[in-house]
T-cell receptor, first 113, second 118 residues
């Protein structure tokens, strides 16, 4: 699939635990981005990581990128009930115009209070 | 604050009618708009890319005569679902990008429009 894969498809954890979501892709990329989507709502941009970067942090979020394995992971530490949402990775394939993104299938995260 | 305004947020229409969704850039000009569609419990799929002053580019499998895109000004792009049918029920999201904002690649999404065709 051009979209790539995300796993797990669904993740259920308790508040305070860490949540890790993975994203794999098949083609070369310029950058990879992670988004959050609350049920029935629009997208919230979380982090962008460029192809020459290996790790980025933003608050409780940590994103890693391994271009040799064509994979990325999103770690949410000390999760909260408010983190419950769907999380998508999206990449800008190499050679494509700015702004054109290909999304993964997404991970549905449920954080229980 | 929001930099992209998309409306309507919700629309319910009868089968066979046409529905127009607007996506407006609130801060700087958007020479390019991307339109995505998201079916329930699925991911976002790019439908088309609209460029100000020129014809939109449609992704494979997207009917250009059914999904009319107009980008007549630098701040407004519209998507019209013509002769809508129940299978067109979906969440439509626009996303803007400007040549002046290529540094971070951060892209701006509208809030989305949920279309339900009865």
């Amino acid at each position: 699939s051009q979209q790539g894969e995300e796993d797990p498809q669904a993740l259920s954890i308790q508040e305070g635990e860490n949540a890790t979501m993975n994203c794999s892709y098949k083609t070369s990329i310029n950058n990879l981005q992670w988004y959050r989507q609350n049920s029935g709502r629009g997208l919230v941009h979380l982090i962008l990581i460029r192809s020459n970067e290996r790790e980025k942090h933003s608050g409780r979020l940590r994103v890693t990128l391994d271009t040799s394995k064509k994979s990325s992971s999103l770690l949410i530490t000390a999760s909260r009930a408010a983190d419950t949402a769907s999380y998508f990775c999206a990449r800008r394939p190499g050679g494509t115009s700015y702004g054109k993104l290909t999304f993964g299938q997404g991970t549905i995260l449920t954080v229980h209070p | 604050g929001a930099v992209v305004s998309q409306h309507p947020s919700w629309v319910i229409c009868k089968s066979g009618t046409s529905v127009k969704i607007e996506c407006r850039s609130l801060d700087f000009q958007a020479t390019t708009m991307f339109w995505y569609r998201q079916f329930p419990k699925q991911s976002l799929m790019l439908m088309a890319t609209s460029n100000e002053g020129s014809k939109a580019t449609y992704e494979q499998g997207v009917e250009k005569d059914k999904f009319l895109i107009n980008h007549a000004s630098l701040t407004l792009s519209t998507l019209t679902v013509t002769s809508a049918h129940p299978e067109d029920s979906s969440f439509y999201i626009c996303k803007k990008h400007s040549r002046g904002n290529t540094n971070t690649g951060e892209l701006f999404f509208g809030e989305g429009s949920r279309l339900t065709v009865l």
